[in-house]
Nanobody, 124 residues
């Protein structure tokens, strides 16, 4: 059983940067696909970024390409999401997730473990 805890959320001005972290306990990151999703009230959780263990391949939703960077430190069991040039529409609760299979990283149903989420608010 993997327990995920996000941190790093908060209030940031538009155009600013923020780094989210997700630390795992009760298991190792080394055998999982790791992803970041976000959710706003009344909406479904949406894919933001993911990274594969096997080859380090990364995936991003179009709206964050060039501005967000996902990375992982297996030794520290920590996943990161570096967010730059933040926009007000980036305001959401951000969740990290871990998948033990090699299915598509884009869908929430493919992930086995979820953190509790961290709020990011981007002010205009």
């Amino acid at each position: 059983q993997v327990h995920l805890v996000e941190s790093g959320g908060g209030l940031v001005e538009a155009g600013g940067s923020r780094r989210l972290s997700c630390t795992a306990s009760g298991g190792s990151f080394s055998n999982y696909i790791l992803g970041w999703f976000r959710q706003t009230p009344g909406n479904e959780r949406e894919f933001v970024a993911a990274i594969r263990r096997s080859n380090g391949l990364t995936y991003y939703t179009d709206s964050v390409k060039g501005r967000f960077t996902i990375s992982r430190d297996n030794a520290k069991n920590t996943l990161y999401l570096q967010m730059s040039s933040l926009k007000p529409e980036g305001t959401a609760v951000y969740f990290c997730a871990a998948s033990g299979n090699s299915c598509s990283p884009f869908y929430t149903s493919n992930y086995d473990y979820w953190g509790q989420g961290t709020q990011v608010t981007v002010s205009s």
